[in-house]
């Protein structure tokens, strides 16, 4: 019974090669039978129970030579249906498929597609099935997993988009996915309450959840591989004459890596991997801007990962280098300043043209204090690291005691040229890459250290020879002497910030108050007493922040004890009283 039904099947519905037709026959003739209806043997498969056997071959052949034909990407087949009329009714039905007039249509809209789909579909309900539910349902079994495995791989699969600007574009093959199953399951092609049945708006709505997924995992990648790969170089064009930023605030150096602070007047020189981390972040930001709120939401997320890792990766990668006095440690630290501003302006840049949906939860100045505080961390380890090297280079010096011998003088003098290569050398490093603002306070804290550790060394001499004197004078003049050009970068940096906040009018003495300090120093050490005991008196010792017991020691230390000595240290004391 099985064969004698697919028989009948095989007479009523067939693929004509050369005319490219498939013609539905309603008049059979199997095996010396003539004129049987087709919807008689349709019901009579149907009460048998053998219809989805009977009908397998039919949905074979209009899978193959009409589905495929119609969903074909780029260069899709066109139908048309005719019906023959005869004395007796309708004999026969065909559906031609006929080529594309243009074989670069590009459906990317998905409507043209599914409307030829429903095209043979429906030809299928009216001719095949003449309109009954229970039989489509069950031509459908037959061939909606194929049909809709098709669909997928030729079309569905080919539009998932590369970027998150064509989501939107998407979201309308979402739309007209859905309607296209609807219309299934209005003709009961498609089960209405099988789940199974809608594979199409599942993939289209997982596609926007994979791409999400995929970009975000493409943007960390980015993100991290950028962080591992950078060197912390300076601009190829970078020059290192004169700090980084003019008086008018425009940049010496033209390159990526230099870079606007979106909070200061100022700018300063940031990594590659900085620059190119907030380049994605505003890329991506965009794209949330233009995204769908489950894709916005995972663009959102991978953004606030991505500024993340450099806090993740960076510190670590570099933990040997902040340990030095280096140029790296201080790219580090505008890196870090850099990307705090960065943060607090990306809401204001961007919440506006976010989606409804995540307007409200898109938060990122909470991210900005903790990259503030690295930087801050990060100078000012760089601070104590240079300091405690200047610490270790006049340790050598031994207090600077007998000077006056030679061995003694130059291992001073050796220590002294050691303190002044540092500092020169932070002050080749420091200039040319932090703001003037920060240069300057920097600079001042570490001079002031160094400053204040010698004067307070040769102030606690007990007994100096006069030979001894005009040695420690020749050191203090010549550790100045070669300090000037540094002394002379500082005044250029109060010049070029003097629109900040700060207050640059302040000598710069002011700034280093033991500058003032070992500067008189070197003068009293071969100024009479009595002009030592008159400066006192007019308050220009007290000024330059000597107090007066350094005075009376560093006056006994030198001078020998006569009536004189105890007549000025007298004089020394009472104006002490006022």
């Known amino acids: 019974m099985q064969d004698l039904f697919s028989k009948f099947m095989e007479n009523a519905v067939r693929f004509e090669q050369d005319s490219r037709t498939i013609r539905v026959k309603y008049k059979l003739c199997v095996d010396k039978m003539d004129g049987i209806e087709l919807h008689t043997v349709m019901e009579a498969m149907d009460v048998a129970g053998i219809l989805d056997y009977s009908l397998a071959k039919a949905a074979d052949l209009i899978i193959k030579h009409a589905i495929t034909p119609a969903v074909s990407y780029g260069s899709p087949a066109m139908f048309a249906e005719d019906v023959n009329q005869g004395s007796k009714g309708i004999s026969e039905t065909v559906l031609k498929i006929l080529p594309s007039q243009d074989c670069k249509i590009v459906d990317v809209d998905g409507d043209a597609i599914y409307a030829r789909v429903i095209q043979v579909i429906k030809f299928i309900f009216k001719h095949i099935c003449f309109e009954n539910g229970s039989w489509i349902r069950s031509f459908g079994r037959l061939t909606w997993p194929r049909i809709s495995d098709i669909i997928i791989s030729k079309f569905l699969s080919k539009v998932v988009p590369e970027d998150a600007s064509k989501l939107v574009d998407f979201q309308k093959i979402v739309k007209c996915t859905s309607e296209f199953e609807f219309s299934l399951k209005e003709m009961m092609f498609i089960s209405a309450s099988d789940g199974k049945d809608y594979r199409l708006s599942s993939f289209s709505e997982n596609v926007e959840v994979h791409f999400a997924f995929r970009k975000k995992t493409e943007i960390l990648g980015k993100a991290r591989n950028s962080l591992l790969q950078c060197d912390f170089s300076l601009p190829q064009d970078y020059t290192s004459k004169g700090p980084l930023l003019k008086n008018d605030g425009m940049a010496i150096n033209s390159s990526n890596q230099v870079v606007d602070l979106i909070f200061s007047s100022e700018r300063c020189v940031v990594s590659k991997a900085a620059s190119q981390l907030m380049e994605l972040v505003h890329q991506t930001l965009q794209d949330v801007c233009l995204s769908s709120a489950r894709v916005a939401l995972e663009f959102y997320h991978a953004v606030r990962d991505a500024i993340l890792l450099y806090e993740a990766v960076i510190p670590v990668k570099l933990e040997r280098q902040l340990d030095g006095i280096n140029q790296v440690a201080i790219l580090m630290y505008n890196d870090c300043l850099f990307l705090s501003q960065e943060i607090l302006g990306l809401a204001f840049e961007y919440r506006t043209d976010f989606p409804d949906s995540i307007k409200e939860h898109a938060v990122f100045a909470d991210m900005a204090p903790r990259f503030h505080l690295m930087a801050e961390e990060i100078l000012q380890r760089q601070i104590r690291i240079v300091i405690f090297n200047l610490r270790e280079a006049i340790d050598g010096a031994d207090g600077f005691q007998n000077t006056h011998q030679m061995q003694q003088f130059e291992s001073a003098k050796f220590s002294i040229d050691q303190a002044v290569f540092i500092l020169e050398k932070v002050h080749i490093i420091w200039e040319p890459l932090l703001r003037p603002s920060t240069y300057k ?107 007066i017991l350094e005075l009376k020691d560093f006056i006994r230390a030198i001078f020998a004890d006569s009536t004189l000595r105890k007549e000025c240290i007298w004089r020394i004391e009472n104006v002490s009283l006022y």
Do not use: Y
């Open 441 to 547: 306070r920097s600079m001042c804290m570490v001079l002031e250290s160094v400053f204040s550790r010698i004067t307070k060394d040769i102030l606690l001499l007990d007994d100096l020879a006069a030979e001894e004197t005009l040695q420690l004078q020749r050191l203090i003049h010549m550790m100045l002497d070669n300090l000037s050009s540094l002394l002379k970068s500082l005044i250029s940096a109060f010049d070029s910030n003097a629109k900040s906040e700060e207050d640059t009018s302040r000598p710069i003495d002011d700034l280093i108050p033991s500058l003032r300090k070992i500067r008189k120093l070197g003068e009293l050490l071969d100024m009479p007493l009595k002009s030592i005991t008159s400066a006192w008196e007019s308050g220009e010792l007290m000024s330059c922040g000597f107090t």
